[in-house]
Antibody, heavy 121, light 107 residues
Framework: EVQLVESGGGLVQPGGSLRLSCAAS????????MSWVRQAPGRGLEWVAN????????YYVDSVKGRFTISRDNAKSSLSLQMNSLRAEDTAVYYC??????????????WGQGTRVSVSS | EIVLTQSPATLSLSPGERTTLSCRAS??????LAWYQQKPGQAPRLLIY???NRASGIPARFSGSGSGTDFTLTISSLEPEDFAVYYC?????????FGQGTKVEIK
């Protein structure tokens, strides 16, 4: 069974930085688009960013462009999200998600348990 | 950005009942639409993709239909484990967006 384990969340002050990681296992990580999806407290889901298997294409939701950077290390089966200039509205649980096989960049069939990010002074 | 509007916001139902959830897109998404189920404290679970295809391991009581701007998720007979929040999501263009969710609660 696919395993995705996020880490790196925590409490950070507005304007600060945080780096999230996602350790992937039990599937061929280098073959899949990967994404970050977040959920603010008591709110719905919001796609944040995703990255092509070889890292050559990356997409972001407008609200994080220029502040967040998605990256991957296929040798280590690891996905990262570097978050800079954090704002209160970035407070959320951040999920790492794998694309549905055969549907690159489209739907997500495997999710981690999430890591919580709180931005507050 | 395509806006997905789900209705109703909440459904109060009893086990065994049939229910239909709605998702309307602000512009056509073709059949590029999925449905997810989320329970408290858990990650979302993919139920339906491409409007009507059940994901692996999803029971046959879940079915999806629609195209263009109007989509429905039908649960033919609610089981106790089906009480949750349901989200639709499109992948027609960027950014991918979700609806705001429909909560199916026990009456």
């Amino acid at each position: 069974e696919v395993q995705l384990v996020e880490s790196g969340g925590g409490l950070v002050q507005p304007g600060g930085s945080l780096r999230l990681s996602c350790a992937a296992s039990r599937f061929s990580f280098s073959s899949f688009w990967m994404s970050w999806v977040r959920q603010a407290p008591g709110r719905g889901l919001e796609w944040v960013a995703n990255i092509k298997p070889d890292g050559s294409e990356k997409y972001y939701v407008d609200s994080v462009k220029g502040r967040f950077t998605i990256s991957r290390d296929n040798a280590k089966s690891s996905l990262s999200l570097q978050m800079n200039s954090l704002r209160a509205e970035d407070t959320a649980v951040y999920y790492c998600a794998r694309d549905l096989p055969g549907y690159p960049g489209s739907y997500w069939d495997s999710w981690g348990q999430g890591t919580r990010v709180s931005v507050s002074s | 950005e395509i806006v997905l509007t789900q209705s109703p916001a909440t459904l109060s139902l009893s086990p065994g009942e049939r229910t239909t959830l709605s998702c309307r897109a602000s512009q056509s998404v073709g059949r590029y639409l999925a449905w997810y189920q989320q329970k408290p404290g858990q990650a979302p679970r993919l139920l339906i993709y491409d409007a009507s295809n059940r994901a692996s391991g999803i029971p046959a009581r879940f079915s999806g239909s629609g195209s263009g701007t109007d989509f429905t998720l039908t649960i033919s007979s609610l089981e106790p484990e089906d009480f949750a929040v349901y989200y639709c999501q499109h992948c027609s263009n960027w950014p991918r967006t979700f609806g705001q969710g429909t909560k199916v609660e026990i009456k």
